[in-house]
């Protein structure tokens, strides 16, 4: 009997050629052109406009009933309750034509996993054919991190493969070496949990069995991941569906020519808009962010350093309309689980276009063949050991992209567009997640996703909102505390704004927010706790301030079950963490209280205490021209504490006897003309404020993870280099 891989099949292309000749042409025509496919007209587009937009609206209306049908599928309150799920569909060469709403980031990573298949000539084997289901997971072909799951089919037309239907959710757990969906800690990819490699995981439109089982096994949360591989693959069918009811509407010869064209349509598009709303040049904007692990006993010894990583975003915009992004200059990747894949670069590049540039229903892959993203080979962006941990790879990724959001502002702000001008958005930080024996006895594992909602950043001519969006996925909803309390063993004490979190300004970012949550009904759970908390993810622009950073605070051992049964006040939130409700209510055997915000899993047991902090907007301007009255606002919501309206605002107020506060206008004046005299007594020239800065450099006067982050910085990149030591002034002997 013959192998079926060696069976010789007919090519699954168009006219006769096999898929990967299709994808080597498209290449190569847009190299030579620089249009999709080559383009030069859009024949349907424009002989027949009421046509084409029938057809996408099929497409669109198709892929938005998917996720909305297979949300009713999902049990996990990822997918179910914040809405984690997203389908698009592709070319046959895996080039995005249309997608449904949710995370969009997807829209290019999944396309990186077909073509990873194309070109590795999966045609022949194990094959390409109608009712095949492939899985992928592995960031290095084309994802983000392995907690989000690809399912990918293929469409066929009488024998010809006519296009791509994918769907991705983000999973609860991934049998990691810890529970949950991001486990960190580990030192290399071999901690990060089961791994799929564009997997062929099912023929006949369903998964094989073995497959599952082995799914089953590799996971703790095993319930919610069939029940997602249910949702991924019930959307994908559905997406095929409706390809071939417009085929059989429209004809395919009218089908074909549509996926090229829309395409092309969206680079132009987004090339119009990028003409019309921004200002060529160059703009730049750095991000940091810390890895305090030297001391950290939960993470592996290879592990056990301080580290602060590098984001020298630089954006170029062309007069023609191009955007190019450059990360020259990010330091090197390391053994921590924070390492991104190009794919996942590029996903968040797309994240951010299609809050911004691209930002209308007809998002596709033509905004990808109008821009590009350097990674210098070896960072932390874009590591050359192919065996690094991505399962975090969004807690660098998200603070690296704000200054590409402060950039576009900029450049907004140069045209004139000041109704686009955003102060960039907060770390979609705490991350709550762990596992152990939950509430009904049973292993288990959870990744609390209420930190999608957390405040938005200043706008140029408002405030930002309070804890409702994330990044990565715009429609942000923290979820029912019933739908958490279901999943985890984790009692809600309390959920409420978190005051003094939003950034100060003219305008001042949205609020973030915090729960308090106490352990219940089992003795045995180890949680992670996940964010920045010695620097600040993102700043302000205009003057504005950053949000706030996050903190730890955790109490073991406590007297909970006491202050129950004795009907005693207890916390429902930290509150002011220089006046904690928690340190003052509850006795404890041991307290955590400190800025260690990023650690790996600690043991907790039945009424212990955990503080989860989410982040507010940065703000726009400076915070003296903010309006009196919306300072006293924010006091009287007790959203502001008294410090922070006199000491940042300059506005002075009184709190009358029933608690109500009320500004001084004539001598918030005066307060504030005192602010800006001692600014000017403090300034430094600038030329006096470079020589100084020069001299600390050349004293190496930094803290070791400085350092080592500027060292890792400039022996990777020699322009970055020339472009550090021409600027200081450096001696060409010079190294850190």
Excluded at 283 to 296: C, G, N, Q, R, T
Aim: a negative charge; aromatic letters at 12%.
């Amino acid at each position: 009997m013959i192998p079926a891989h060696k069976i010789e099949t007919t090519p699954i292309g168009w006219d006769g050629r096999t898929v990967k000749e299709m994808l080597e042409e498209s290449e190569r025509l847009v190299a030579d052109s620089g249009r999709y496919y080559g383009l030069e007209e859009l024949r349907l587009r424009e002989g027949n406009p009421i046509l084409f937009e029938k057809i996408f609206s099929h497409l669109r209306g198709g892929l938005v009933n998917a996720r909305s049908t297979a949300l009713n599928i999902s049990a996990s309150p990822i997918v179910a309750e914040i809405g984690e799920l997203c389908f698009a569909l592709y070319t046959p060469e895996g080039d995005s034509i249309a997608l449904s709403t949710g995370i969009i980031v997807h829209v290019h990573t999944i396309s990186d996993a077909i073509k990873f298949m194309i070109r590795n000539n999966f045609e022949e084997n194990p094959g390409i054919r109608p009712g095949f289901v492939f899985s992928n997971n592995n960031s290095m072909i084309g994802d983000v991190h392995t907690a989000d799951v690809h399912t990918i089919i293929p469409i066929f037309w009488e024998d010809e493969l006519i296009g791509w239907a994918a769907g991705v959710t983000h999973e609860i757990d991934v049998g990691g070496i810890a529970p949950g969906s991001m486990c960190y800690g580990h030192p290399d990819r071999y901690g990060d949990g089961l791994l799929l490699s564009t997997e062929l995981a099912g023929t006949n439109d369903e998964f094989h069995e073995d497959y599952l089982l082995r799914c089953r096994e590799s996971v703790r949360a095993e319930m919610y991941w069939v029940l997602d591989e249910k949702t991924r693959l019930t959307g994908c069918q559905l997406i095929r569906d409706q390809v071939y009811r417009t085929i059989e509407e429209v004809g395919i010869d009218a089908y074909k020519q549509f996926i090229r064209e829309a395409i092309e349509e969206g680079r132009r598009s987004f090339i119009g808009t990028v003409k019309q709303m921004t200002f060529p040049g160059e703009y730049e904007a750095p991000s940091f962010m810390d890895v305090p692990w030297k001391d950290d006993l939960t993470v592996h010894m290879q592990s056990r350093k301080d580290m602060l990583m590098n984001s020298p975003v630089k954006i170029t915009i062309g007069a023609e309309g191009r955007l190019d992004v450059s990360f020259e200059g990010a330091n090197g990747w390391d053994f921590h689980s924070f390492n991104c894949s190009k794919s996942a670069m590029q996903g968040a590049m797309w994240v951010l276009l299609t809050q911004t540039l691209f930002n209308s229903d007809k998002v596709n892959d033509g905004a990808y063949y109008a821009t590009s993203v350097h990674l210098p080979y070896g960072s932390w962006c874009n590591p050359n050991f192919e065996k690094v941990s991505t399962t975090l790879a969004w807690l660098f990724l998200i603070p690296g992209f704000t200054g590409m959001w402060r950039s576009l502002s900029r450049a907004y702000f140069a045209r004139g567009f000041l109704e686009e001008v955003y102060a960039s958005y907060p770390c979609t930080f705490n991350l709550l997640q762990g596992g152990g024996i939950n509430h009904f006895g049973q292993p288990s594992a959870f990744t609390n996703f209420e930190l999608s909602s957390q405040g938005t950043g200043a706008l140029y001519y408002k405030d930002g909102e309070a804890s409702c969006a994330a990044m990565w996925n715009p429609e942000g909803d923290m979820g029912e505390m019933e739908s958490w309390e279901f999943l985890e063993p984790l009692l809600y004490l309390g959920r409420r704004i978190k005051a003094n979190s939003a950034g100060h300004g003219k305008y001042r970012g949205g609020w973030g927010m915090e729960s308090l949550r106490m352990l219940y009904k089992t003795q045995s759970q180890v949680l992670f706790t996940g964010g920045e908390g010695h620097v600040f993810g993102t700043a302000g622009i205009f003057g504005g301030y950053p949000g706030n950073s996050g903190y730890r605070h955790a109490m073991h051992g406590t007297n909970m079950k006491a202050l129950f049964d004795g009907r005693k006040p207890y916390p429902v939130v930290d509150g002011d963490p220089e006046n904690s409700q928690m340190s003052e209510l509850v006795e404890a055997q041991q307290e955590t209280f400190d800025l260690h915000a990023l650690c790996g899993p600690h043991p907790f047991g039945e009424y212990d205490l955990y503080a989860s902090v989410q982040r507010g907007g940065p703000g726009l301007g400076d915070p003296l021209e903010r309006d009196p009255s919306a300072v006293e606002t924010d006091l009287n919501k007790g959203d502001l504490s008294p410090r922070f309206a006199s000491g940042v605002y300059g506005v002075v107020a009184t709190q009358n006897g029933d608690g109500k506060w009320t500004v001084d206008p004539e001598a918030t004046a005066r307060r504030r003309d005192e602010i800006r005299r001692e600014r000017l007594e403090k300034s430094v020239d600038t030329r006096e404020f470079i020589d100084r800065e020069r001299e600390r450099i050349l004293q190496k006067d930094f803290i070791a993870p400085v350092c080592d982050m500027y060292r890792s910085s400039l022996s990777l990149s020699e322009s970055w280099r020339d472009k550090f030591y021409r600027f200081w002034n450096l001696p060409e002997d010079f190294q850190f």
